[in-house]
């Protein structure tokens, strides 16, 4: 899997790179490499475009800098504009600023209006250093930009944001730029891919400058990644319902039935060969409407089945806790745990102790605030180091974790985690965690081991998510109803995909 990197990493191969490198090297190569991607945008906006580098105090601001005196060498209308009207203090930076001012590099005053119109930025302000919000004359240029929509190549990272965590640096009320694309140096960085990081980085493209960066810290999961997950999944034309295992899905309380037909769907359209659905306050089917969906008894034995999705509307009544103990105490199959079963553990700690004795590693799907209530901290807690939340979760839990929002985590108790390179802001609607969840559980009940099943799992909802945005022309509105026929669609591209022939072992380990 495509690997990310702590910033103490980055920071430590830049290092030992400097000290063997010619002076000056590094930053031409970070130059070229955004010099390059600019050219790219460039040929896509107007002829004459002009581009305007953001030059901060450190070596970010020489890269930007550079980089507008290579876009001015070959025939663009490069300027800059300097945050303080002293030089860089960085020694290769301020190199770079002494051959912009004897090569006569335009210099803007200020940012205007005027200056934000048809113009493509480099975002050099301030690169992964940055520990204080930003405030003064550089947000006053950051809110600026955002507000106008302006087009923001950033040079590194989105200035503010985060490179470990991906939240804005300052929290509430501070300001990152909000970048169309992002030139990352060395390697892939975590903040990038999760939290306000992935919307304000856009597109990414990583510039390695000819270095070796170690340890990785974690993974990337992509469509390649996801497609040889799902390999295993590929059928035998001599196989039948039995092969795919039997999932059951509890929930569905008074007012919440639909919760749990939704995550029933789920595994069925995620492969399941069977799939029961019951709740404990006694949930009926209609056999017109989803006539491949099976009732539970009232009396039924989790060991019956190879999965069980938990949670999805069951409620937080008596009935519904006496049901979530009687799972956990008796089923030796993989459990899906959410919503109101999340809930349900947060309240009664005993039953951690029994889900952390388990054989099998249970999957708990829970979104920031089911986190929070977990881990006994607060919504921004969460979001403000989404990687620390979930391996801490997973580890206190003895359980595979999907902390669910912008680049969902996926995280298991040896602490392991990759981040999802998928998903929509269709999704933001209700239930669509319930499909989640029948998905992951459809996969576990055809054999997928936990930390398999869970990547793949939210991995194959969030590209769900992007291709029903995509059919319904936007990201505003879809039914939920619609999404477990775009899983089937998804799981199918995969095991179609030219590569798909490679096989991974569905037991094995899968974040790293």
């Keep these: 899997m495509p690997a990310l990197y702590r910033s103490s990493s980055i920071r430590d191969a830049e290092s030992r790179e ?55 060498d070959i025939g663009f209308d490069a300027q800059a504009l300097m945050l303080t009207h002293q030089a860089p203090s960085a020694p ?39 520990s204080r919000p930003i405030e003064g004359r550089g947000a006053g240029w950051i809110r600026m930009l955002n507000a106008s929509g302006a087009r923001v190549m950033a040079a590194d990272l989105p200035s503010g944001i985060d490179a470990d965590t991906g ?71 001599d196989s039948h319902k039995g092969t795919y295992g039997h999932a059951a899905v509890v929930g569905g309380g008074a007012g919440m039935q639909g919760a749990a037909v939704l995550a029933a769907l789920g595994a069925q359209r995620a492969g399941a060969g069977k799939v029961s659905v019951g709740s404990p306050m006694g949930l009926k089917l209609n056999p017109g409407v989803h006539p491949q969906l099976m009732t539970l008894p009232d009396r039924w034995l989790p060991e019956q089945f190879q999965a069980v999705v938990m ?84 580890a206190r ?39 989640l969840a029948g998905v992951i559980g459809g996969l576990l009940a055809q054999g997928l081991a936990p930390a398999a099943a869970a990547l793949l799992g939210a991995w194959i909802h969030g590209r769900a998510g992007e291709i029903a945005a995509v059919r319904q022309g936007g990201d505003i509105g879809m039914p939920t109803s619609e999404l477990p026929v775009r899983v089937s669609e998804v799981l199918n591209q995969l095991l179609t995909a030219p590569d798909a022939h490679a096989r991974v072992s569905p037991t094995g380990q899968d974040f790293d």
Excluded at 94 to 104: F, I, K, L, N
């Design 397 to 435: 839990m003895g359980s595979v974790v999907v902390l669910k929002g912008a680049g969902t985590v996926c995280a298991d108790a040896a602490g392991h985690w990759a981040i999802i390179d998928s998903g929509s802001p269709a999704l933001a609607t209700a239930a669509t965690g319930d499909v």
């Design 167 to 237: 939240a804005i640096v300052g929290g509430a009320g501070a300001c990152a730029i909000l970048a169309q694309h992002t030139v990352t140096f060395l390697a892939d960085k975590p903040g990038l891919r999760t939290g306000a990081g992935r919307a304000h980085a856009g597109q990414v493209h990583v510039a390695k400058l000819g270095v070796e960066v170690t340890p990785s810290a974690g993974t990337l999961v992509t469509q390649a990644e996801a497609t040889a997950l799902a390999a295993p999944l590929a059928r035998r034309s």
């Design 311 to 394: 949670g999805c509307g069951l409620g937080q009544s008596k009935r519904a806790l006496a049901a979530l103990k009687s799972v956990l105490g008796r089923t030796r199959s993989p459990i899906v745990i959410d919503a109101d079963a999340l809930n349900l553990l947060a309240a009664n700690p005993a039953l951690v102790a029994v889900l952390t004795h388990r054989v099998t590693p249970s999957v708990l799907t829970p979104h920031p605030l089911e986190a929070a209530r977990l881990l006994g901290c607060t919504t921004a807690d969460v979001q403000a180091d989404r990687i620390a939340a979930a391996t801490t979760l997973a």
């Design 92 to 130: 290769d930076a301020r190199t770079v600023w002494d051959q912009a001012q004897s090569r006569q590099l335009p210099l803007l005053p200020e940012l205007t209006s005027h200056s934000l119109r048809g113009a493509l930025f480099i975002d050099g302000l301030f690169g992964v250093g940055l």
């Design 18 to 72: 400097l000290d063997r490198l010619p002076s000056l090297t590094l930053m031409d190569r970070a130059a070229s490499a955004l010099a390059d991607t600019c050219t790219h945008v460039l040929r896509g906006m107007p002829r004459g475009a002009p581009v305007i580098a953001l030059i901060g105090p450190g070596n970010n601001g020489g890269d930007a800098l550079l980089a507008a005196l290579k876009l001015r």
